[in-house]
Nanobody, 116 residues
Framework: QVQLVESGGGLVQAGRSLRLSCAASGITFSINNMGWYRQAPGKQRELVATIRWFGRTNYADSVKGRFTISRDNAKNTVYLQMNSLKPEDTAVYYC??????????WGQGTQVTVSS
């Protein structure tokens, strides 16, 4: 059974930082692509950042230079370091994984709220 468990969300003032974590189980983590997505109220879910199994990263333009995605294969965990947070970063953040067969899984989400 695949499980993705996010943590690290919360309420923070604009300009501050948060680090999200996503602990994965039930998958061969080292060969899975991992990603973070977010969904703000009334908006569609959007890509934030992805990291391929071999380490290549990709970011949404809105977070480039502020967010960093990384992975620790020994801990089966993917991280999202979020710096210089803005009120428009407020959303539920979801962890995502896609395995080599193309099967996709989602976490339950963690709320990030940035106050101005």
């Amino acid at each position: 059974q695949v499980q993705l468990v996010e943590s690290g969300g919360g309420l923070v003032q604009a300009g501050r930082s948060l680090r999200l974590s996503c602990a994965a189980s039930g998958i061969t983590f080292s060969i899975n692509n991992m990603g973070w997505y977010r969904q703000a109220p009334g908006k569609q879910r959007e890509l934030v950042a992805t990291i391929r199994w071999f380490g290549r990263t990709n970011y949404a333009d809105s977070v480039k230079g502020r967010f960093t995605i990384s992975r620790d294969n020994a801990k089966n965990t993917v991280y999202l370091q979020m710096n210089s947070l803005k009120p428009e970063d407020t959303a539920v953040y979801y962890c995502n994984t896609v395995d080599p067969a193309g099967r996709e899984y989602w976490g339950q989400g963690t709320q990030v709220t940035v106050s101005s």
